[in-house]
Structures are given as structure tokens and as C-alpha cells.
């Protein structure tokens, strides 16, 4: 059991942040520099809409790109663009790249709902990031970034084997800001190398 109301989640509150989500892509970019203030980014299931605003304090010209099947409300960001979809659908793709023919950074805290099953949450993870992985690749610029979370479990590291061989570095974080009992990890990528199959 955790406590839903843990010390991230009121500070998130206090501070105006739409999830606690928030501190753990303020971390990673504070340790893996995914995007800075001309990337254009991509926010793959980004409802409520923390990474999007974390995200916003850094890039205020280029187009920010928020994804998700959960309307987001109240981002009040002129160059933050929010599409209602599906991000396994052609037509959710088609409708990104019309706001933005391509992006240095593509960001998915995208999960699948949990089952409470470990097994099964692991599986249908690996199965959402594997399709997160093809539409990433036909938007991401050569060199560019990707991160993203995934259930970890026994699949994860056929995974990384297979996403490895599209980027210079694959590492592997917890942040600080996930719970203790969660079985989330972050997958960072850096320097796409452009291949597509
Ligand atoms: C943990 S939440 C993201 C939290 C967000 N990063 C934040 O800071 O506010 C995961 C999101 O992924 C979305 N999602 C899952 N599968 C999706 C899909 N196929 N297409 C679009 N969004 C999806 C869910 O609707 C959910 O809102």
C-alpha cells in the first residue's frame, strides 16, 4: 500500500503542478539534458499534463506536442498543442505531424491501466512502448531523444536489446520521485541514429 498523498504529491499541489509525474522528468532532465529551450517535444500520454508543464518552462517558442486518450484542461500555453487520441493510431500520427514534421525529443510516461497483476501490467507496458517506439521513430530526428517508462519485468531486457540498436546511449533510472513499491522504470535513449527498421 502507499500512501497516495506522499510527500511529491503535496508538493505538487503547493506548487501548481498538475501530478507528482512532474519531479521525475524535472530529474531526468536535470541528469540527462533530453530537451532544452529550442527543442521541439513531444509528450507522448501526457494527461493531466505535468511533463507538458515542466516541460513549458523550458521551451516557450517551439512546439510542445501533448498526446493523450484523457482530454488535458487549463494548460494556457500558446505553443503547447494538445491532441485527443490514440497514440497506436495512424490518424493520432498524422495529426501530430501536421503541427510538427519532426521533434528532438519525444517523452512517453504512457502506461496501460494496471491490472494489480504484475505479470499481465508488464506485458500490455512492453506492449504500449513497442508501438510508442515504431510512432516515435517516424517523428524523431536523427540524433534526437526518447524517453520513456515501462513496467519493468522478465521482457524488459529483450526490449532494450531491440531499442539499443537505434540509439548511441539506452540507460536505465529510477527517479527519486517514484514510489518505493512501484515497478516503474525510465528508459533513457539519446542520439537516434535515424534507422527506421
Ligand atoms: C501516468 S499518466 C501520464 C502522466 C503525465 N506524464 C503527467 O505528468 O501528468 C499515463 C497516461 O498515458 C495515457 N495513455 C495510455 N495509453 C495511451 C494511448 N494508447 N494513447 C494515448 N495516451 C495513452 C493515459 O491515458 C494516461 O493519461
Not at 500555453?77 to 519532426?102: A, Q, R, W
Request: charged letters at 25%; a positive charge.
Amino acid at each position: 500500500m502507499y500512501n497516495r498523498k506522499d510527500a511529491f504529491y503535496r508538493k505538487a499541489k503547493k506548487e501548481g503542478y498538475k501530478s507528482r509525474a512532474a519531479y521525475k522528468l524535472t530529474e531526468l532532465n536535470k541528469k540527462y539534458g533530453l530537451y532544452n529551450p529550442n527543442s521541439r517535444v513531444l509528450d507522448a500520454g501526457c494527461a493531466p499534463g505535468g511533463w507538458s508543464q515542466v516541460v513549458l518552462e523550458t521551451v516557450k517558442k517551439q512546439p510542445v506536442v501533448g498526446v493523450d486518450l484523457i482530454q488535458v484542461e487549463g494548460m494556457g500555453y500558446p505553443n503547447f498543442h494538445f491532441i485527443l487520441g490514440d497514440l497506436t493510431s495512424n490518424e493520432t500520427l498524422m495529426k501530430v505531424l501536421d503541427i510538427c514534421p519532426e521533434f528532438d525529443t519525444v517523452l512517453s510516461d504512457a502506461a496501460p491501466n494496471t491490472s494489480g497483476t504484475k505479470l499481465l501490467d508488464h506485458v500490455n507496458s512492453c506492449e504500449l512502448v513497442g508501438l510508442i517506439f515504431t510512432f516515435a521513430k517516424k517523428v524523431l530526428r536523427k540524433n534526437g531523444n526518447f524517453c520513456f517508462k515501462l513496467f519493468d519485468g522478465e521482457d524488459t531486457q529483450g526490449l532494450l536489446k531491440e531499442i539499443r540498436r537505434f540509439f548511441n546511449m539506452v540507460k536505465v533510472i529510477r527517479p527519486e520521485a517514484t514510489r518505493k513499491s512501484s515497478f516503474e522504470i525510465y528508459v533513457v535513449c539519446k542520439g537516434y541514429t535515424g534507422e527506421k527498421e
